[in-house]
């Protein structure tokens, strides 16, 4: 009993020392906290082993209860400052804490009321005194206190339940589905240090992952904000969560996806299919088992499913419109397009009467209203800027037919791209001509709402608008991009099998004007929040392991 007590008491005394750090940030604090608390629990112990007091036992049996935690909480603070440490310091801090957390279990083994009577004689003769309420809620709340501790010890390093709190992994998890998420063979680091368990495995395409989210700052304070509030969140009981944003939401974080790509290769997402191409391949291939995770017909799902989502993205009949424009677009006669933006070109100059007297093309539209929806929406106004603008059928020209020059694209993408930007294209250019021709004849406002030739354009419009605003969902160009490029090792590409509602590393939380085919000068321009990122696999905590409730769908995840 007294050398494991001083064998607790030095390790405890030297990690105490550990964490020393001068007076300026809150880093400070970890040093009296873990002073005056091994002061205190070796005190108490020390007492009574010279004098065998009981009424040190209890006092000591709690502090020891809590020693780890306390030692641990006071790492945390020293790690919490501006500074970032020492790493062989912070080796050195986590193998003292490993000394004394063994050792103070050891000796509160030692204290067992078994063994204890063997050195306090007294002890098992001494009348049990009656506890009150006040006591028994205390000795309640200290049990609760303690569970939420180990629990907190036990998420760290081992396992967390995990409950799925969206639907980005419909049909696979359903919100509100538990699961098992094993974190040792990750290799899961101390709170706030690169000290941890080694990392036991890598991770293979389909692998469903927990991960730290990339798309939040991995800033000290973020982390330190992370532990604290998995720390409320085991006290409160699943009762409070401050991990929020600065705007006060909660975080997204973790996240549960799929590894869908993985070191060494390049990968692309077109019309729901994903491809892949490694160093040495000539080009990209599909990816065929990712069409066993890939959802994207929720509403064609099994009704024993369907009922069990929130959030149904598209109808089956929006869904079959959405295959429709990718059939349209991929299937262009390029010659044919060619030969109709020449046409038209030439049809609106006829109609504008050859006016222009200029060379160069003025400059009528600015980046920002070239968008599908601001461009459309200004289409009267617009062709009336051309007809009455020195050089508006030049600028008509240019736009309609400047892509021509250079139809080569590198991979699908681009060209499925540069096929639907001609699909917007070849309308506008027909409602630019149409309406021309309106207002060539004098037609009144109400002739031109009403014509029938602009209400179908501005359908198909519509359809291709519509298409735009999924597209993102189903489509990705090369990543990474350039050749050469590959996932590094060691990181790895996840999204959710819910494609189109799950916001994952294929995007930002930002919305910016993208060109839909960047080799256009002349592009149409859409909201897009592609910006695929892989992930770091120090960020990846576990592996989705087992689905342990509802009942019904317990089972290991395909």
Known sequence: MFATLAVCAASAALYTASCFVPPGDVSFWGFPLAFLYTAAAFFQGFRLLSKKDRGSLGVFRKLMEYLPFALLFSFVLRRSGAGDGS?????????LWLGASVSSVLLLRGVSDKRVNRW????????SSKRGLAAQGLEWIDALVQAACLVLLINLFL?????????????????????????????????????????????????????SNPHYNDTKAARVRSFASQLVYMLTFTAVN???DEFGEIKADPLVKRVTAVPGEKIMLVDGILYRRRAGDSRFTEVAEDARWATWNLAGLPMSQKALVQRVVLTEEQFRELESVESIRANLDLESVKRECRNLATRFANLKGNRDTVSRVPDLLSRA??????????????????????????????????????????????ERSRNINLLLKLDFGRLVVRNAELISGNATAEEFAADRERI???????????????????????????????????????????????????????????????????????????????VPVDRILGTATFRFWPLSRAGIPE
């Open 159 to 211: 396992f967390q339940l995990y409950a799925i709190p969206s639907e980005s992994m419909v049909p696979e998890f359903m919100i509100g589905d538990r699961v098992v998420v094993i974190k040792t063979p990750s290799g899961p680091k101390f709170p706030l240090s690169e000290v941890g368990i080694p990392r036991m495995r890598s991770y293979s395409r389909g692998d469903i992952v927990i991960f």
């Open 369 to 414: 209203n070239r968008e599908i929806v601001a461009l459309y929406q200004s289409n009267g106004e617009f062709t009336r800027t051309l007809l009455t603008t020195n050089g508006g059928a030049l600028w008509f020209s240019s736009f309609m037919t400047d892509w021509i020059a250079d139809t080569g694209r590198d991979n699908l993408f681009d």
């Open 456 to 534: 179908t354009l501005l359908a198909d419009a519509d359809r291709y608008r519509v298409y735009m605003l999924e597209h993102d969902q189903r489509n990705m160009g090369e990543f990474p991009e350039g050749e050469g490029n590959y996932i590094p090792a060691d990181n790895y590409f996840m999204m959710g099998d819910n494609r189109f509602n799950s916001l994952d590393m294929r995007h930002s939380l930002t919305v910016h004007l993208e060109e839909i085919d960047r080799e256009d000068p002349w592009s149409f321009l859409y909201r897009s929040n592609l910006d695929p990122q892989y």
């Open 87 to 95: 790493f062989l310091l912070d080796l050195a801090s986590v193998i």
């Open 120 to 127: 306090i004689p007294d002890m098992a003769a001494a009348p």
């Open 242 to 244: 401050i991990n929020v």
